[in-house]
């Protein structure tokens, strides 16, 4: 599995539009399931947490290539999901990220360049 990932969160449904969030929350796993049937993401995850404060309440996690994963957020069926997002939920975030054996990589990486 690829070392690269987008981490698409959220803090909370703006009041008056949690149907409409949950609707689009719905839609937005069917659009990611295709997205992996087609081979664009390699796997995503829906994470809901608990309430922490200031923090974010959920987040989908979608691994891909970089390469895949750029194009994603590059094309017009996703730019519409993240702005419809932005008219139902408070805060949302798009972060890039890694994940796998990505991780040591960079920690690899990130020791090799602390000072001596």
């Not at 909370?12 to 929350?25: L, Q, T, W, Y």
């Not at 975030?93 to 990589?105: D, E, F, I, K």
Request: charged residues 20%; aromatic residues 10%.
């Amino acid at each position: 599995m690829s070392g690269n990932c987008l981490m698409f969160s959220w803090k909370k449904s703006v009041p008056g539009r949690e149907k409409i969030g949950a609707a689009h929350f719905n839609e937005f796993i069917g659009y990611l399931t295709q997205l992996q049937k087609n081979g664009d993401v390699e796997a995503f995850e829906p994470i809901l947490l608990t309430p922490n404060g200031e923090g974010p309440l959920g987040f989908f996690l979608i691994r891909g290539s970089g390469e895949k994963l750029a194009q994603l957020t590059a094309t017009p069926e996703w730019q519409a999901h993240v702005m419809r997002a932005t008219m139902h939920l408070e805060s949302p975030r798009l972060v890039q990220g890694y994940c796998g054996n990505a991780v040591m990589n960079r920690m690899e990486l990130w020791t090799s360049l602390i000072p001596d």
